[in-house]
């Protein structure tokens, strides 16, 4: 999975057009692999985070930075079998090569053509329900728009290190925690209180936010169960309790079917049960669970493949 592999791969007449536009010799070209060892390195601590990045084992990613060392006269990192900094000189050094592949690949997308369609292999992380009720579907149009290109759909209710399974983007909701992390904000995510028919007759609708500690409320075990809600631009806490209790939102949803208690979901995961009528809505007088957004965090936001722009484009819009 060679992050920067299309530069290079184009035909020799598009090569050399690519070169000229970019301000790039032959003999820089060669250098482009060694050049993006040393920025996925960096950005990511180690040398074999940067060769899972780029599909390379750590010993033929040393070699690359090994002999990018020995082209520049200098030597650009402290290395370890477990940290890695840049010296002075790779701290002067690192703009120039950032500026480099920045270069390069606008010169692939000025002879690409706006026609030319995703390639290459595109690995995605997504939620468990998210990934099943949304993404699956979705990517099958996706593929058949592409046919050079292949998904691999990464599904867990916890987040993934995107960085160390070499993930080329992942779909989350709620704000950036990791600051080494970019996020584009795909669409709003809007989520309600929902439980059963049955729960409901038994235990009656709450209408006001602190009638939710009389009731079941299904949620991820943590040391202080709080739900979230905004009230008239104000963020409000409050405490839950209940008798079941997942790490999972599938088990979570199933369990809000079978009338066990209260749920918190997003509405795109809940449509058919309250179409069917398996879930109801509970509407609060005095409080809204707040909306998260989907986002899309990618690991950097210099060269990000074409393939990522255009299944982002397509994802966007199918989600509106």
């Given at each position: 999975m060679q992050r920067y592999a299309p530069i290079w791969t184009l035909s020799p007449p598009r090569i050399s057009s690519a070169l000229v536009r970019a301000g790039l010799s032959y003999?820089?070209?060669?250098?482009?692999?060694?050049?993006?060892?040393?920025?996925?390195?960096?950005?990511?601590?180690?040398l074999s985070a940067a060769g899972r990045r780029l599909g390379l084992t750590p010993l033929v990613a040393s070699r690359r930075l090994a002999a990018l060392e020995a082209e520049v006269g200098v030597r650009l990192v402290h290395r370890t079998t477990r940290s890695l900094s840049l010296t002075p000189e790779g701290e002067a050094f690192l703009p120039h090569a950032e500026?480099?592949?920045?270069?390069?690949?606008?010169?692939?997308a000025a002879v690409a053509g706006s026609d030319e369609g995703a390639s290459g292999l595109l690995r995605i992380a997504?939620?468990?329900?998210?990934?099943?009720?949304?993404?699956?579907?979705?990517?099958?149009?996706?593929?058949?728009?592409?046919?050079?290109?292949?998904?691999?759909?990464?599904?867990?209710?916890t987040v993934v290190d995107i960085t160390a399974q070499g993930v080329?983007?992942?779909?989350?909701?709620?704000e950036l925690r990791d600051s080494n992390l970019v996020a584009r904000r795909l669409a709003h995510?809007?989520?309600?209180?929902?439980?059963?028919?049955?729960?409901?007759?038994?235990r009656g609708a709450p209408t006001r936010v602190s009638e939710l500690r009389h009731h079941e409320c299904l949620a991820v075990p943590t040391a202080t169960r709080q739900w979230v809600f905004e009230r008239k631009g104000k963020t409000v806490r409050q405490a839950i309790s209940g008798r079941f209790a997942a790490d999972s939102m599938e088990a979570l949803h199933e369990a809000s079917l079978r009338g066990l208690g209260i749920v918190q979901l997003s509405e795109w995961n809940v449509?058919?049960?309250?179409?069917?009528?398996?879930?109801?809505?509970?509407?609060?007088?005095?409080?809204?669970?707040?909306?998260?957004?989907?986002?899309?965090?990618?690991?950097t936001k210099q060269l990000i493949p074409r393939k990522v722009h255009l299944f982002l484009d397509s994802l966007s819009n199918h989600l509106s």
């Open positions: 003999e820089d070209m060669l250098e482009l692999a060694d050049l993006a060892v040393l920025i996925e390195a960096v950005q990511h601590g180690s500026a480099i592949l920045l270069h390069a690949e606008d010169a692939r997504a939620s468990v329900p998210f990934g099943r009720k949304v993404l699956t579907p979705m990517i099958g149009g996706f593929l058949a728009a592409h046919p050079l290109a292949k998904v691999e759909l990464l599904l867990s209710d080329d983007v992942a779909i989350r909701f709620g995510n809007k989520r309600g209180l929902y439980a059963s028919p049955a729960y409901l007759v038994e449509r058919e049960d309250v179409v069917a009528g398996r879930l109801k809505e509970i509407g609060l007088s005095d409080g809204a669970v707040p909306d998260q957004g989907i986002w899309a965090v990618l690991p």
